[in-house]
């Protein structure tokens, strides 16, 4: 079994963050990566947040937490991030072109030895890994949000992944403290798979007029004694997450996990869910924090733009 020191994380959005939490708390030196400064900014202020949040309940030690946090490392290149890594960890988007561009990078980055995991939740890691001269060394680890409450953790075995690769990858899920199942690759995996049907059918069902939204959801929780509803499950997600998933699962698998119209009607719409503001449901505080930071947005632009010259135009007959 390779030793693993260094985890790099590849995308600092919510699932990124979450894995990069766990790697941390799990020992590990982890260099979580981003192209964008304001999500490495937010990622560092969200897993403070969540490491002070545990301590606060007693699952944590203060002092383990601050360790954790010291070990965070940030990096605006999948360069930066990955040349040092012993496991890299890609967490971007679910669209099979964005993970096989990783991938081509990162075999071309990281040393021989690197293993290379995707978190992707349903799509196929032989054929990420076909890209690489590596395969041997590439596995799934699919990690499930909100990261760092959740103890599932996915290992997909991939056509050609070997025994050591696999091994490893079972072993830092564990330090991560996750409960790991091992699974040969198959689409959708175990949870997407039946997850995806689920949510889809709750969809026709909402489409159809059978119930509400919140009866759905409450119906699942209280007499199926599932956690979460379909579409709050669905809203914590993002509807174009689960839209790309069903669709991958409709091409591979078949006419059963045929997207339900409404479900595209919402993506088409922008109704992404929580990250949004609005899904299935309403979230006003994520509108207003989006709405602000908008508005900062559109204050800097205009302020460079309106930067005082000799050559500014002003209205007729103002005084400058």
């Given at each position: 079994?390779?030793?693993?020191?260094?985890?790099?994380?590849?995308g600092a959005g919510i699932m990124g963050r979450g894995i990069a939490h766990?790697?941390?708390?799990?020992?590990?030196?982890?260099?979580?990566?981003?192209?964008?400064?304001?999500?490495?900014?937010?990622?560092?202020?969200?897993?403070?947040?969540?490491?002070?949040?545990?301590?606060?309940?007693?699952?944590?030690?203060?002092?383990?937490?601050?360790?954790?946090?010291?070990?965070?490392?940030?990096?605006?290149?999948?360069?930066?991030?990955?040349?040092?890594?012993?496991?890299?960890?890609?967490?971007?988007?679910?669209?099979?072109?964005?993970?096989?561009?990783?991938?081509?990078?990162?075999?071309?980055?990281?040393?021989?030895?690197?293993?290379?995991?995707?978190?992707?939740?349903?799509?196929?890691?032989?054929?990420?890994?076909?890209?690489?001269?590596?395969?041997?060394?590439?596995?799934?680890?699919?990690?499930?949000?909100?990261?760092?409450?959740?103890?599932?953790?996915?290992?997909?075995?991939?056509?050609?992944?070997?025994?050591?690769?696999?091994?490893?990858?079972?072993?830092?899920?564990?330090?991560?403290?996750?409960?790991?199942?091992?699974?040969?690759?198959?689409?959708?995996?175990?949870?997407?798979?039946?997850?995806?049907?689920?949510?889809?059918?709750?969809?026709?069902?909402?489409?159809?007029?059978?119930?509400?939204?919140?009866?759905?959801?409450?119906?699942?929780?209280?007499?199926?004694?599932?956690?979460?509803?379909?579409?709050?499950?669905?809203?914590?997600?993002?509807?174009?997450?689960?839209?790309?998933?069903?669709?991958?699962?409709?091409?591979?698998?078949?006419?059963?996990?045929?997207?339900?119209?409404?479900?595209?009607?919402?993506?088409?719409?922008?109704?992404?869910?929580?990250?949004?503001?609005?899904?299935?449901?309403?979230?006003?505080?994520?509108?207003?924090?989006?709405?602000?930071?908008?508005?900062?947005?559109?204050?800097?632009?205009?302020?460079?733009?309106?930067?005082?010259?000799?050559?500014?135009?002003?209205?007729?007959?103002?005084?400058?």
């Amino acid at each position: 079994m390779a030793e693993v020191k260094t985890v790099a994380v590849i995308g600092a959005g919510i699932m990124g963050r979450g894995i990069a939490h766990a790697a941390a708390t799990g020992g590990y030196r982890t260099i979580l990566e981003d192209l964008l400064p304001a999500a490495l900014r937010r990622a560092e202020s969200e897993i403070r947040a969540n490491l002070d949040k545990a301590v606060e309940l007693g699952k944590v030690q203060a002092a383990a937490a601050d360790a954790a946090f010291q070990r965070l490392e940030y990096a605006g290149s999948v360069e930066e991030a990955a040349r040092e890594a012993d496991l890299v960890i890609e967490a971007v988007p679910e669209e099979m072109e964005s993970k096989i561009e990783i991938f081509t990078l990162l075999d071309k980055i990281c040393r021989p030895t690197t293993i290379l995991a995707s978190n992707t939740s349903s799509l196929s890691i032989t054929e990420i890994a076909s890209v690489t001269y590596r395969a041997q060394k590439c596995v799934g680890m699919h990690f499930f949000n909100p990261v760092h409450k959740m103890k599932l953790l996915e290992i997909v075995r991939a056509l050609e992944t070997d025994d050591d690769t696999l091994s490893t990858a079972v072993e830092a899920g564990r330090r991560m403290g996750k409960e790991v199942v091992v699974i040969k690759e198959s689409p959708g995996f175990i949870t997407s798979r039946i997850n995806a049907m689920i949510g889809n059918e709750a969809f026709h069902m909402l489409q159809e007029g059978i119930a509400s939204a919140a009866d759905i959801d409450k119906a699942l929780k209280l007499g199926l004694n599932h956690p979460m509803g379909p579409f709050e499950l669905v809203d914590l997600v993002g509807l174009d997450t689960r839209l790309n998933i069903l669709e991958y699962l409709h091409k591979t698998l078949g006419e059963k996990y045929r997207p339900s119209p409404l479900l595209v009607q919402y993506v088409k719409a922008g109704r992404l869910g929580r990250k949004s503001g609005r899904g299935v449901y309403e979230y006003p505080e994520v509108h207003a924090e989006i709405r602000s930071v908008e508005t900062r947005l559109a204050e800097d632009r205009s302020a460079k733009h309106a930067a005082p010259s000799d050559t500014t135009p002003t209205l007729a007959g103002a005084k400058r």
